[in-house]
């Protein structure tokens, strides 16, 4: 873009048809924006909102050429692009966040390396290519560990647990036997995430630092701000720039850490993963931040100054799965709730439907159990 923004009345292309791509559609919208999905689904979600749509296949040269000549910029929903499609593109024009972030988040073993090689803390890993690779990591790592395939899963999809020693080929058979990482488990306090934005030229935004609540290995609640000493919260804010400075990054990242206990911790903050798009757990921002994720992702793609991440309001963010999002007309009657809903046409277990945000005021939101 060498330091020229996309004005209002341009286009941003956007990679994936899901409800992320749909908000991303929307903020862009608001900014004076057109944008132009690219996905091979017949009934996407983001497509109802946005100007154009091409329905394809990702490894389709033809159609992601016509696409990206039809765009100023391609952006991504999702972080598993194929480095085929990520590669016809940037041959075309700009796509943001860049190959390093993609190559990065797609392999586990290759996320670790870059945090082992940058100094930040992880829980123990080893690659897993064999049998022997793998009952010699589980005498190192020991039990209970968890055993993930290196690319793609989400959700929990893609791993099995290692309660015993004798139960590691089992489990490697339970995920196909396919290239995988095994990690070990971390005692830890809570789950935490932070949500960082940085532009093209350097400038970084990181939203305060949130705790996640998961159910059946799906994220169920974001609460903002997390309860933290706010020497820990920066230190997470820190943690997140970083990540997104030595990425050379543009666009909104999502970082997932654990706060281990304070007792004996000299660093109480490892990372897990890393999402280089916007992310489940920053959606409360739309409701709770005068520029949301989804607005600050797009500015930071077309080259806008990035907005204040400051809230006006603690939230707790509320997944929709399945037929949860049936309720919509209560859910709408209570009183400070925002309700969202990504137009999907099947509501299936485990599927994501919606969210609400429950706002209260700064200091105001009560307690929430994981229960």
Known sequence: MSGKPIAPGGTVGILGGGQLGRMLASA???????????????????????????????????????????????????ENVPAETARILSAHGIVRPGPLALATAQDRIVEKNFMQAN??????????????????????????????????????KGQAKIMA???????????????AILEGFVSF????SVIVARGENGETAAYDPVENIHKNHILDRTLAPAALPEAVAG?????????????DYVGVMGVEMFLLP???????????EIAPRVHNSGHWTMDAC??????????????????????HSDAVMTNLIGDEADGWKKLAAEPGTAIHLYGKAEARPGRKMGHTTKLYPLGKRPPVTSS
């Open 262 to 272: 304070e007792a004996g911790a000299e660093q109480r903050l490892l990372v897990n």
């Open 290 to 311: 005068a520029v949301g994720q989804f607005e600050q992702h797009m500015r930071a793609v077309c080259g806008w100054p990035l907005g204040h991440p400051q809230r």
């Open 235 to 247: 230190e997470a804010c820190a943690i997140a720039a970083r990540i997104a400075a030595e990425l």
């Open 165 to 179: 020693p004798e139960d590691a080929i089992a489990a490697w058979d339970e995920i196909g036997r396919a290239p």
């Open 28 to 78: 862009a919208a608001e900014m004076g924006l057109h944008t132009h999905i690219y996905c091979p689904d017949e009934n996407a979600p983001a497509a109802e909102v946005a100007a154009q749509y091409t329905r394809a296949e990702y490894e389709d040269e033809a159609a992601l050429t016509r696409f990206a000549e039809s765009v100023d910029a391609v952006t991504y929903e999702f």
């Open 119 to 156: 100094g930040i803390l992880t829980a123990p890993f080893a690659d897993i290519t064999d049998e022997a690779s793998l009952r010699n990591a589980v005498e190192n790592i020991g039990t209970p560990s968890v055993l993930k395939t290196r690319r793609f899963g989400y959700d929990g």
């Open 189 to 192: 306090e809570r789950e935490i």
